[in-house]
């Protein structure tokens, strides 16, 4: 390993792409923050140049600096609230847009300049990071685009929230589409990678049953008579916002944040530079931008027991694939995500990562992908034979069915605010800052991309 800055990660690295790393609210905070607290010494990948974790809410902030030993000048209190913008997502986007000085003030003065790219952490659901993001993009873009002529990337880690987190489900498909819509002018997300709070959880309460159970049990001190009855927990209770409801989401957070860490660490895994390792095609970070659609949900198969004496190659690679992408990704993408495009990362021993396999995994993946898809293969080979091997499959534009459930929330709950009164329409602007006539258009661009899975039944114009 090597430490960041340091002599030789700076040569082997400055002609490689750098990157620079957000958190923007509670949620993008918590990742980068708790992937800094459990990198050894809280070191940066080689080409992560930097962080920022900022906020619009000061206890937030407080709580995330303490709790993940966050040197002050890394963080940021912006807006003019200090208490948060709730789930009012266009103030999120404003108060960014009104600190637009000293946000890149702030940047310059952690080192920003001359980096390729940036990813930006944040749930989708929430205000300060959901309407946060998109302005912070455009900033970004108009700055180093428009005004320097240099083209940069830009990556979104999203989080899509919890089942039942209706009014958080309308703010995500806000985003999403934002950040879509803004990539039309290049000035969104080149890449939006969506991790899902609902699914991480299904995956953690099955392949951690006994553990999981345990813990929520502890931390809510109730009965929890078997995992089913832990989903149904979900959508009764997290919206309403007491003291109950926030016990149980912040322990499902705590339960889903080392899958979301494990997904973030293993992206940037192939610019991190060790000296035991090959990486092949040589992999820059902006390459997963270049060669993936705008939309991307990762699927990770950790310890991966391929065993090239036992049996044929091209069975167990079958395999692999299959589990990975119905069993090990990040937002739900069923049986047939017909992405229209791929990258994967196989790492692990020289005799297991290797080209040789490529042509299996590309017949493996064939069901997987729409028809004339791209795949690109990236090959991590260590030099010890008992690293484990680790299967990172990223699927551009796939079909989501737990969209489907997503946009169903979100349009029970424009059609609840709906009617001729203006004390109805005036729900809109006073809890998201937006018209409603945005968010109904919002919903008919995800329907539009993701119609695959939906039914004809929509938002009332
Ligand atoms: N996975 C994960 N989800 C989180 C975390 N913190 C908040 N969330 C989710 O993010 C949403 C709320 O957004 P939040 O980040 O608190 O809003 P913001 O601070 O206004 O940007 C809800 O869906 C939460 O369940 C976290 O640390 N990890
Ligand atoms: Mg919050």
């Known amino acids: 390993m090597q430490i960041a800055g340091s002599k030789v990660a700076e040569d082997e690295t400055t002609k490689a792409a750098e990157v620079f790393a957000i958190g923007v609210g509670e949620c993008g905070s918590n990742i980068v923050g708790s992937y800094l607290k459990t990198s050894a010494d809280k070191r940066l990948p ?14 937030d902030l407080t709580k995330v600096r303490s709790k993940y030993e966050i040197p002050k000048e890394n963080t940021m209190l912006y807006g003019d609230s200090e208490i948060g913008v709730g789930g009012r997502f266009m103030d999120g986007y404003n108060s960014v847009m009104e600190s637009k000085d000293i946000i890149f003030d702030q940047l310059a003065n952690l080192g920003f300049e001359g980096v390729s790219g940036f990813s930006i952490f944040t749930s989708l659901g929430g205000g300060t990071g959901c309407g946060g993001t998109p302005a912070l993009i455009e900033l970004l873009k108009q700055r180093f685009q428009e005004e320097e002529g240099r083209r940069i990337f830009v990556y979104v880690i999203g989080i899509l929230p919890f089942e039942g987190q209706s009014s958080e489900a309308l703010n995500s ?41 345990d813990y929520l049990q502890r931390e809510l001190s109730v009965d929890i008579a078997d995992v089913d009855s832990i989903q149904t927990m979900v959508p009764s209770t997290i919206d309403e916002g007491g003291e109950a409801e926030l016990r149980t989401e912040q322990a499902f957070v705590e339960l889903v944040n080392p899958l979301a860490l494990e997904v973030v660490e293993s992206m940037l895994s192939p610019g991190v530079y060790e000296g035991s390792k090959d990486v092949f095609p040589t992999t820059d970070l902006a390459d997963y931008a270049r060669k993936l659609d705008p939309v991307v949900v990762p699927a990770l ?7 090239p004496d036992a049996g044929s190659m091209p069975k167990q690679i079958r395999a692999m694939i299959d589990y990975a992408v119905r069993e090990c990704s990040y937002a739900d993408v069923g049986d047939q995500p017909n992405a229209e495009s791929v990258y994967y990362v196989l790492s692990g021993p020289r005799n ?48 989501i069915p737990e969209l489907a459930q997503i946009i169903n929330e979100a349009t029970q709950l424009v059609n609840l605010h709906s009617g001729a009164s203006p004390l109805k329409q005036g729900w809109f602007m006073r809890s998201k800052g937006v018209p409603r006539k945005e968010l109904v258009s919002a919903i008919a661009d995800f329907r539009e991309l993701f119609s695959y899975y939906m039914q004809p039944s929509g938002a009332q114009e």
């Open 301 to 307: 198969y950790t310890d991966v027991g391929l065993i």
């Open 46 to 59: 080689s080409r992560v140049r930097g962080y920022l974790l900022m906020n619009t809410d000061r206890a």
């Open 352 to 399: 297991i990562s290797k080209a040789e396999h490529g042509m299996h995994l590309k017949e493996a993946l064939d069901k997987f992908i729409a028809p004339g898809a791209a795949i690109t293969p990236c090959y991590v080979q260590y030099h010890t034979p008992e690293s484990p091997t680790n299967l990172l499959v990223l699927l551009g534009l796939p079909k």
């Open 173 to 213: 498909i806000w985003a999403v589409s934002r950040l879509l819509r803004a990539q039309l002018q290049e000035r969104g997300a080149d890449l939006t990678i969506l991790l899902s709070n609902r699914t991480m959880l299904k995956r953690i309460l099955t392949s951690r049953r006994g553990e999981s159970v």
